[in-house]
């Protein structure tokens, strides 16, 4: 049986409770497509913006393409403006803007499928600076970039989200996409990946910009993206090998949020023991079990659906659980600071 989530996010400079002061986090037009049912608890006071959409199925796809897709023209008219280049050996990243997919706010306040919010890429790399007492202000826009159909849809779409954010102060850029960008779309990819680097390096002529990419990836993408980032003077940080066995998440995995949260999935059996669920499902013919510690639940035995209130969530998706697992973010976030000129 398929497990359906809808996990959308909608928050302007939300601070987690995990961060300080210094840390002003943007999140901007975040909607994934989870396959399961999530739904967050709105009255608590620190989720009071939560946007629930039920409707956000086809806004992404994150298959990786066949490596035999055909190579488009891969002349381009867009190389104007590189970025900047030369910089200190251990660069001091200063005031720093974040982009990405599921993988950097794959779930809301983190990336899917950290098991939770201390463990993703992001919170990795902060963390390092932070506790090296190097300074970083950084803001975060999760992106439905890559899914947009037209330039001017994305342009529109940066110039709200993304540009404010970047200046001649700005010194670190992190574009952590590519994913859910595909060469046989309607969207030239070439385009679009050149159009997005443009504007960055002129709206930005002071920063470093790291291209991290691919976790879902082809040969044919990969190639293209390397050769683009080299043309525009951005470093590239290459994490296509990572997405293998022993990287990935599972089903069955428990994610553990900051927050209290209303959570559901489809049952073959279940049982009760003071605060823990301990709960059996299907999904495509492989029974699974996991166990959950819930503040209060509830059984729909009509539907064979189990609510819980409570901070674990249970993946019930294979396509959920293809993305990285901690291993995975630990060494995505030591290849951003190798390129830095740092050791994790």
């Given at each position: 049986m398929r497990f359906w989530i809808v996990f959308g996010c909608l928050m302007a400079v939300f601070l987690c409770g995990c961060s300080d002061s210094r840390d002003s986090i943007t999140v901007s037009?975040?909607?994934?497509?989870?396959?399961?049912?999530?739904?967050?608890?709105?009255?608590?006071?620190?989720?009071?913006?939560?946007?629930?959409?039920?409707?956000?199925?086809?806004?992404?796809?994150?298959?990786?393409p066949s490596i035999f897709e055909p190579l488009s023209d891969l002349d381009s008219q867009y190389r104007i403006k590189k970025c900047r280049t030369e910089f200190n050996e251990k660069f001091v990243p200063g005031k720093a803007v974040f982009m990405g997919n599921s993988l950097l706010l794959g779930y809301g306040l983190f990336g899917m499928d950290a098991s939770s919010i201390d463990k993703d890429y992001f919170y990795r790399v902060r963390q390092f600076f932070e506790q090296n007492e190097i300074p970083l202000e950084v803001n975060r826009v999760a992106s439905t970039f890559e899914s947009m159909k037209s330039i001017e849809e994305q342009t529109s779409y940066l110039e709200e989200n993304l540009y404010p954010l970047l200046s001649d102060s700005t010194d670190l850029i992190v574009l952590q996409l590519g994913d859910n960008m595909d060469l046989g779309r309607d969207l030239d990819m070439e385009e679009s990946v050149s159009h997005l680097m443009e504007n960055v390096c002129l709206r930005a002529p002071n920063a470093r910009v790291l291209w991290v990419g691919m976790w879902y990836s082809s040969l044919v993408k990969l190639a293209l993206i390397k050769r683009l980032a080299a043309e525009y003077g951005i470093t590239f940080v290459d994490i296509s090998d990572l997405n293998a066995e022993g990287y990935r998440g599972y089903v069955g995995q428990v994610i553990e949020f900051s927050q209290v949260g209303?959570?559901?999935?489809?049952?073959?059996?279940?049982?009760?023991?003071?605060?823990?669920?301990?709960?059996?499902?299907?999904?495509?013919?492989?029974?699974?079990?996991?166990?959950?510690?819930?503040?209060?639940?509830?059984?729909?035995?009509?539907?064979?659906?189990?609510?819980?209130?409570?901070?674990?969530?249970?993946?019930?998706?294979y396509f959920v659980a293809s993305h990285p697992n901690d291993a995975a973010f630990a060494e995505i976030a030591s290849r951003i600071l190798g390129a830095l000129g740092y050791s994790l």
């Open positions: 037009n975040v909607e994934y497509p989870l396959n399961q049912d999530v739904i967050l608890d709105s009255t608590q006071e620190n989720l009071s913006d939560v946007k629930i959409d039920s409707s956000l199925e086809s806004l992404m796809n994150l298959e990786s209303e959570f559901k999935v489809n049952y073959e059996t279940y049982s009760a023991d003071d605060d823990t669920l301990s709960v059996t499902f299907k999904v495509e013919g492989v029974s699974y079990t996991s166990s959950v510690v819930v503040e209060s639940y509830v059984d729909n035995p009509e539907d064979r659906e189990l609510t819980w209130i409570g901070r674990e969530f249970i993946v019930a998706n």
